[in-house]
Each structure stands twice: as C-alpha cells, then as structure tokens.
C-alpha cells in the first residue's frame, strides 16, 4: 500500500511566521503535489514536483513555496503566513506513467490542518 | 474557473439503493478522470478511474460511467452501504498538459440505515 505521511495533524502558527509543513512518500513515486482545501472550494493546487529540485506552480502558488531535495520528501512553505493561508493542507503523490499507463492516481496523505493566528 | 464541476452539494440514499453521483466537466482536453472518497479528518482515499478511451468502468460495487460527448461523469454505487457515507470528489486531468488534477467542489453522500 502506498504510505504518504504528513509530519503534523495539527498545526497553530502566528501571522508573519515562517512555516514549513513536510510531506513524505514511500512508494518511489516521482510526482509529488500540495493542495488545499477549503469548505465550499474542494481542493485546489499550490505546487507540484515532477521530479527531484524541480517545481511546478499550480493554481493559487501565492505566498508559497516549495522544495524537493530528495524525491520522497516535498515541503511546503509558507513564507511569511497570514489568517487567510488557514486550512487543511494535503500532499500526494503519484507514479509517473508512460505510454498507455502514462495516467496514475494520486495518493494521497491524511492532511495537516493549519490555523494561523 | 472550476473546469470540474459537482452540482449536487449533498445526497441521501437509503442502505441497499443505488446512490449516483455526477460531474461535468468543460475541458475536452481531460483524458483521465477520477473518483475519490474523503471522510473528515482524513486524505482523499482513490476509489475508481477511466481513461477517455473507454466508457465504462466497473470495480465491485463501483461502476463510473463516462460521456465525452455529453462531458458527464457519473458514479455508481450499488448497494449503497452506511460506511459509504463521505464527501466524494470528481477529478479529471489532460495527460498532455501533465499530472496535475483539477478538483469538483464535491458531493457529501449520507446513506441511512
């Protein structure tokens, strides 16, 4: 079974603190992605890895940033968090596939809710 | 602009029924779509998928019918049991674009004894 672990269930920030949320994968998968989620808006996509030290923005990368030093671990940073990056914050990963098998679900972890006070 | 979408905030099916979920979709580029499952407090759980090349896809209680030319997704589940009850998310991606997944809002199913 693919394991993807989120380093904290719950997590309580300050506005202007720098917050690094950790993500690890054990299945070798090659693709690696944040989301958030929010009541009413589903998920929505900060940042993706296809590989390791290389960085996609999704749709809302605004205040993030991220890095993927070796290829089961994604961070996500918040540079300087603010109350409206308060959330559920969930990481997944995925095979990358190749020719007919190029489409692969994503994994995904048990999410890091973050309050930003 | 939400490319996936889920019409239906909400819906309750009696144990033993057949629940239907649907989605829509406006990108003719999507190629591969995906049904996830979530219950609170936990990561989305992947139930099923199809590629664009087929139209139907079957696994155990889980049937997802796919109509490209209608962009219309839709879930199967039958019977439906009370540990099904979760929020279910619709999500599509064009494999020539990348890995990304674009998101429906999702549809919470409740289903009563």
Known sequence: DVKVTQSSRYLVKRTGEKVFLECVQDMDHENMFWYRQDPGLGLRLIYFSYDVKMKEKGDIPEGYSVS???????????????????SMYLCASSL?????????????????????? | DQQVKQNSPSLSVQEGRISILNCDYTNSMFDYFLWYKKYPAEGPTFLI??????????????????????????LHIVPSQPGDSAVYFCAASDSNSGYALNFGKGTSLLVTP
């Not at chain 2, 664009?52 to 839709?74: C, M, P, Q, W, Y």
């Open chain 1, 68 to 86: 993927r030093e070796k290829k089961e671990r994604f961070s996500l940073i918040l540079e300087s968090a603010s109350t409206n990056q308060t």
């Open chain 1, 96 to 117: 990358k596939g190749h020719g007919m098998w190029a489409n692969q679900p994503q994994h995904f972890g048990d999410g890091t809710r973050l309050s930003i006070l």
């Open chain 2, 49 to 74: 998928s199809i590629s664009s090349i087929k139209d139907k896809n079957e696994d155990g209680r889980f049937t997802v019918f796919l109509n490209k030319s209608a962009k219309h997704l839709s």
